[in-house]
């Protein structure tokens, strides 16, 4: 199985997939002329890589890591590309420009509301400058960190375990020959570290990636404990009653620590009521100037 094209034909996923590159390449190059480099994240890394996914892996918008202290010199590159800012999170800004079909996603931190336990300085230092996937420097993430971002993607996103981009291209990546099974020890480790542990066990432990040999042999090496046991089955719980869907709250009861899920929880809920305050402000004033 290849990642999926979704209900976009193939002809047209192939040109959105070589308009994703050609705006990467870019506001990578815009980006280089400053000092900064952007690591590409999710479809655009999968599709400058691997080559024969063009056409076959759908996207709709550009995902790119830098380090907070580069925000604002790629928020200055982007808005002198005519790309203004709309949505913004605890881990980033969404940039929109009516005259390009994807918007462009900045992220200073790999996941939101503090979730997980993974420091961007330590993807960047981890990651290979790469001049090979858009002819100007960029940092290359790591292939443990891949997998590290897809599982924790799938737990905060709304997808499915029937049908998710990110389980798509876990099962891509696992066979590509990146991991053996000498290599499952280290990863599951690697899981650990970045506060994972029960993320992987509730993503790579299920039963829609039971033909993945590195993925099982991975989530039995997590080294998970009976507490951690219990807290992923009350998520596959509230998974199998919602179709197949993670809900909301399952990034926070999945956290590294109870401790942190609470923690996140909070975040994510304080930033939900900002973002209605801010909306409710926005229709007031609407109603406001729309008054004879």
């Known amino acids: 199985m290849s990642p999926t094209t979704g209900d976009r034909p193939i002809a047209a996923t192939g040109l959105v997939g070589e308009l994703a590159l050609r705006l990467a390449t870019q506001v990578a190059s815009a980006c280089a002329e400053r000092g900064v480099v952007v690591m590409p994240l999710k479809g655009v890394l999968f599709l400058s890589r691997w080559p024969s996914l063009r056409g076959r892996r759908d996207l709709v918008d550009i995902d790119l890591l830098v380090r907070r202290s580069d925000l604002d010199s790629i928020t200055d590159v982007l808005v002198a590309q005519s790309f203004e800012p709309t949505v913004g999170s605890s881990a980033g800004l969404v940039f929109v420009n009516e005259a390009w079909p994807l918007s462009i996603d900045i992220h200073h931190s790999l996941f939101p509301h503090d979730l997980f336990d993974v420091s961007t300085d330590d993807l960047f230092s981890r990651a290979e400058v790469d001049t090979s996937l858009f002819s100007v420097p960029v940092a290359r993430m790591a292939d443990e960190d891949i997998v590290a971002h897809l599982i924790g993607h799938f737990v905060k996103g709304r997808g499915t375990f029937r049908q998710d981009k990110s389980l798509d291209d876990l099962r891509w990546l696992f066979r590509q020959g990146l991991f053996g099974l000498e290599d499952v020890d280290a990863l599951g480790a690697h899981l650990r570290r970045l506060g994972l542990r029960r993320a992987a066990g509730y993503v790579l432990g299920h039963e829609s ?84």
């Open 209 to 292: 990636l039971q033909g993945e040999p590195v993925a099982r042999a991975t989530a039995q090496s997590l080294r998970l404990s009976r507490l951690d046991r219990i807290t992923i089955a009350a998520a596959r719980l509230g998974t199998s009653s919602n179709e197949d869907t993670p809900r909301w709250w399952t990034p926070h009861l999945l956290d590294r620590s109870l401790v942190a899920g609470s923690r996140s929880l909070l975040v994510h809920a304080d930033e939900g009521m900002r973002r209605l305050l801010a909306n409710l402000g926005r229709h007031s004033v609407l109603r406001r100037d729309r008054r004879p």
